[in-house]
């Protein structure tokens, strides 16, 4: 139940957002609740019971009453500055448990594969194979459930904040319904091995860097990256992905324009030269296009390197902003 000590301007954001979003979502939320078993039995002896899936409309809105509740009552208290970094955790808990369950669900691909390779034609072994596809088919269908209550979740945390959930290290991979933030590592990994899965999403790349520092225009960075979209609208969208500035307003508009996120981060083990060297990764990407704004020597750097590829290049200065008026 909302709290009635909620604002009006933030009740009438969330209340948008929820009208927005609850249409899809809740066709979202019963595709990913159904289940093409009758139910499995868990527990052990007599304590074994037969489950299906939770209900796809409860599910979904357990998920909205858990995230918007701790804004709910945190708000104008002493705690408010809290509420964010907790409900980024409560977020980062359906991830966690998620990629918990896809390593099961890992597991219990190989367990079938054996079977398949030493079937004997015994009836034993038919219910043991029997079993392990149920319980394959069970964690796979678990784990695109709490996917999709992780990405619910990361749009209300996104409704409440204006700034995208974002995993803490590596990709983040996700429902039809959000965009994918992939780690330039795993996307790197899967073109050299030629993979066609999510990891390796395909389209035209456009490249973006700026400065974490002195930059405010947000409406100026998205005008700049909707225009980039019109351009190539299948494409994806490579960052230097820092936490604020520029990067941090461009993570915002890909979770809002469903756009993939590749995040290029520093890598420690290069010491000093780890900049110029994602600059050079970002470049042999072959973008189509570079979106390059004013910063340090790291920007300078890159914005040459396109210019020697000969990518088409957008630059935007410090001097570009625009106050807002109050």
Known sequence: MTMINRSVRAFSDIAEFIARETAT???????AFSSDLEGIRIG???E?????????RAAQLAVELIVTTLFDVLLDTRLQPAA????WGIVNSFHHVADQWEGQADRATREVQD????????????VELEQARDKLECLDEATEALRCMRDYAAEIFHAETGRPWSAPKGSLV????TASVIASTDFLAARRQRRIDAHNPQGPIVIFSGGAECWFDDKLIWGKLDEAKARHPQMLLATTAQDKGCDAMAAAWAAARKVTLITFRLSAKLGKRAGFVRNEQMVGLRPVEALVCEGSGLQSHLARLVKDKRVPARYVTLADQQWEAQ
Do not use: N, V, W, Y
């Open 25 to 31: 979502t809740s066709d979202d939320f019963h595709a």
């Open 44 to 46: 052990h002896a007599e």
């Open 115 to 126: 079977l398949l390779r030493c079937a004997d034609g015994s009836e034993i072994h038919s």
């Open 174 to 177: 996700s429902s039809k319904r």
């Open 84 to 87: 964010e970094r907790l409900a």
């Open 48 to 56: 074994e019971m037969t489950t299906d899936m939770p209900d796809p």
